[in-house]
């Protein structure tokens, strides 16, 4: 195979994965990783992609690019589904106690799953997301409670040093939280640092913690890190993740659900 039909190659996978990795690249065209690293350079130099740790992802990928909610609520909307009703799969059939839902569209799924369970059973919903909040308090005989503090447009949630301390006071039985990206080496991130520090305070005041997150997040390494791999007990996915990613997973005694 010549250089140039290799580079379409690992442009056709990238648009389709989202990110490469070296080792997986030379496997798969039979030739050296330093082959593969030149392959990366030289597409880089065009613009085609941006080299990370052990390979490369889409120049869309920047590590502070976020879409607002608009742009989020209609993409792999049937997939955020089915992690939604997946996810409930944490709570049980019998389940009565709190809940924490981070803000975002794939909690949003998991908050309509959760709707049918709230009349008349004995759940505490908590939640930071204004939008989560407008739509669970219509729900009848939900119990609801709304953190507040200063609300970020861009995903009109809660978000400073107010909200921080409230989350710090709970201790939820199960939170949901959802993450912009997920790495093997990186653990979980997103792009804005005061949401970062909101999640990181979700994660460490929750008994357990799911996370919910398509495929799409895998592999990506956002601005802020605010949990390891290690934090977490379940991740509600609706594919597999590749292998470094699932090696990583299985060390740190994640539960990997597929939708």
Known sequence: MYATERHEQIELLLAAQGRVGVVELAERFDVTTETIRRDLDHLESLGALRRVHGGAVGRERASTREP???EREHHHGSAKAAIGRRAMDALGADFSGSVFLDAGT?????????????PGA?????????SLGNTLSAVPGAALSLIGGRVRGLTAAAVGADTVRAIES?????AYIGTNGVSAGFGLS??????AAVKRAIVRSA???V???????????????????????VLVTDSAPDRDLAEALADAEVEVWLA
């Open 122 to 130: 004995r759940i505490e919903v908590v939640t930071h997301a204004l």
């Open 170 to 174: 709970l201790r939820p039985d199960v």
């Open 68 to 70: 607002s909610l608009a």
């Open 190 to 195: 997103t792009p804005d640092p005061d949401e």
């Open 211 to 233: 996370v919910v997150a398509d495929a799409d997040k895998f592999g990506a390494e956002l601005l802020v890190g605010f949990a390891s791999l290690r934090d977490i007990d």
């Open 106 to 118: 794939t909690t949003a799924a998991v908050a309509s799953a959760l709707i049918p369970r709230l």
């Open 207 to 209: 008994r357990r913690v």
